[in-house]
């Protein structure tokens, strides 16, 4: 019997180590796009900051050309305060200043809190970049490791693959159907050792009847508790 589960182990080995491959290529890409997806989260965040400080440098604009202007109301209004001759004309210009230079100041504490939030905006972005940075050097490592076992991955399946079916088609046709509807409830092990009358698949004591037709190895044993294929190898001290 235990000639006729050679092969059916040996299929079970290289299928196992299949599923395994299969499984870790399943798995595995999902942890690229998680650091993927944390890199351009970041990205974002900054790109986010640089869009405020867009926003911020936009409303300088209109601010600055007001001033500007103001000024060039200020400068015309001391050139012209020379040649004031009358008490009224020169109350009503300087009425006139007056105004234009409290709209300064006004414009320029305008501007100051502008740039004190821009000021703001970039030190929160150079932090947030020097962390991103330090970060992103750990994420790319993390992510080639991925890509490598990807690579030894595939390379695994690439090496038993046809390697299955040739098994298949060397073991015999009613254990292979047995092996498959075992393999299918149990999800993996199907044929298991059974040491000092052990079942490995369930850690169970198999009855001594049977392990004692088990080692006499003529006909197929099926473990009582967990319904797997059970086999012996021969023991040594005995023969
Ligand atoms: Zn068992």
């Known amino acids: 019997m235990k000639d006729l589960l050679t092969e059916l182990i040996a299929l079970q080995n ?13 798995e ?21 900051i640089d869009e405020e400080i ?59 809190t502008i740039m004190e939030k821009i000021d703001k905006k970039i030190t929160e972005k150079e932090r947030i970049q020097k962390s991103f940075e330090s970060d992103k050097v750990i994420l790319d490592e993390k992510k080639q490791v991925l890509l490598a076992q990807i690579k030894e991955l595939e390379a695994v399946l690439d090496s038993y693959k046809g390697q299955d079916k040739d098994l298949r088609k060397s073991v015999d046709a009613s254990l292979l159907s047995k092996y498959d509807r075992i393999k299918q409830n149990k999800k993996g092990l199907a044929v298991v050792e059974c040491v000092d009358g052990v079942c490995m698949g369930c850690h169970m004591h ?23 294929i059970i086999y012996v190898f021969p023991d040594p001290g005995k023969e």
């Open 54 to 112: 867009a926003l911020f440098e936009e409303r300088k604009v209109p601010l600055e050309a007001e001033l500007k202007e103001n000024q060039t109301i200020l400068d015309a209004a001391d050139a012209r305060i020379k040649r004031i001759k009358t008490n009224k004309e020169y109350l009503a210009l300087q009425r006139e200043m007056d105004l234009a230079k409290k709209r300064k100041a006004d414009i320029e504490e305008q501007l100051l």
């Open 206 to 228: 198999v009855p001594p009847q049977l392990f004692n037709e088990l080692v006499r190895g003529d006909k197929l044993i099926i473990c009582p508790t967990c319904q797997r």
């Open 28 to 48: 595995i890409p999902k942890g690229i796009e998680e650091i993927e997806s944390i890199i351009h989260a970041r990205k974002s965040s900054l790109d986010a």
């Open 14 to 26: 290289v299928e196992i180590e299949m599923f395994k491959a299969e499984d870790g290529l399943r």
